[in-house]
T-cell receptor, first 114, second 116 residues
């Protein structure tokens, strides 16, 4: 079945450091890929998305490129801020499941120190 | 206006009790979900309704019963609560795009359930 694997956390960085959170997936079809972010005490919210191979999603300085050849969707940010501290979830939605089911990774907690 | 709202935000109860969590979305979406998030932040889908019809029912104990009175509401009733039910429960909604596979979800703020 479909699955999403992302790097275990927590990830601890100093402010202005470069961030990479790795995400790989397995899917039988052509999934859409997402990164969601969960700030403390809140629900998840969509950070960025990509719906086909080679698409780059971007938002708030975060980027991720849909790489079909490596089945990856790594999240990057050039300079993190304390306010980026949160849990990040990689996810996919596969048309083979009718698009109704989104598979989430286990989440990666990011701490950014001032 | 809050897009996806849940009540209550916190729920503390004794083992064996029955409780309900309510969810409402004002986005006009046709699909709604319940997720359970454990203490390690792992997110597991429980149920999904599309146009009031149950379409996803994961391996959830039958003590959990969802009800969707209309497209904008999806409630979760839990009977005979157990210690292991303690978690944060999230409601979410989405609107399928053309082709069916694009499925951005909008989450509520969560209900923290503590069973004593």
């Amino acid at each position: 079945g479909d699955s999403v694997t992302q790097m275990e956390g927590p990830v601890t960085l100093s402010e202005e450091a470069f961030l990479t959170i790795n995400c790989t997936y397995t899917a039988t079809g052509y999934p859409s890929l997402f990164w969601y972010v969960q700030y403390p005490g809140e629900g998840l919210q969509l950070l960025l998305k990509a719906t086909k191979a080679d698409d780059k999603g971007s938002n708030k300085g975060f980027e991720a490129t849909y790489r079909k050849e490596t089945t990856s969707f790594h999240l990057e940010k050039g300079s993190v801020q304390v306010s980026d501290s949160a849990v990040y979830f990689c996810a996919l939605s596969d048309q083979n499941t009718g698009g109704f089911k989104t598979i989430f990774g286990a989440g990666t907690r990011l701490f950014v120190k001032a | 206006d809050t897009a996806v709202s849940q009540t209550p935000k916190y729920l503390v109860t004794q083992m064996g009790n029955d409780k309900s969590i309510k969810c409402e979305q004002n986005l006009g979406h046709d699909t709604m979900y319940w997720y359970k998030q454990d203490s390690k932040k792992f997110l597991k889908i429980m149920f999904s309704y599309n146009n009031k019809e149950l379409i996803i029912n994961e391996t959830v104990p039958n003590r959990f019963s969802p009800k969707s009175p209309d497209k904008a509401h999806l409630n979760l009733h839990i009977n005979s609560l157990e210690l292991g039910d303690s978690a944060v429960y999230f409601c979410a909604s989405s609107q399928l795009r053309a082709g069916g596979y694009y499925n951005e979800q909008f989450f509520g703020p969560g209900t923290r359930l503590t069973v004593l």
